[in-house]
């Protein structure tokens, strides 16, 4: 099932404080406003899909 989630996370305030700054360096680049609440997800996909310790643990469990 593809339908989205939602999910609910209290950040650190130096790590909100970052976000910010992410998205608005990000938003500068592109020419268009980011809302930083919109990096989340696609960050931390990517975060997922390159963690190597955790691809070892996905593939030995059996889960794709």
Known sequence: D???VRL????????HRDLVAYAE???RESGQA????KLVAPMLAR??????GFA???RSSGDV
Do not use: Y
């Open 47 to 52: 975060f997922m899909a390159t963690d190597r």
């Open 56 to 58: 070892k643990a996905r």
């Open 8 to 15: 609910t996370v209290e950040l650190p305030t130096a790590t």
């Open 34 to 37: 980011i809302e930083p609440a």
């Open 2 to 4: 593809d339908k989205p």
């Open 25 to 27: 360096v990000l938003g």
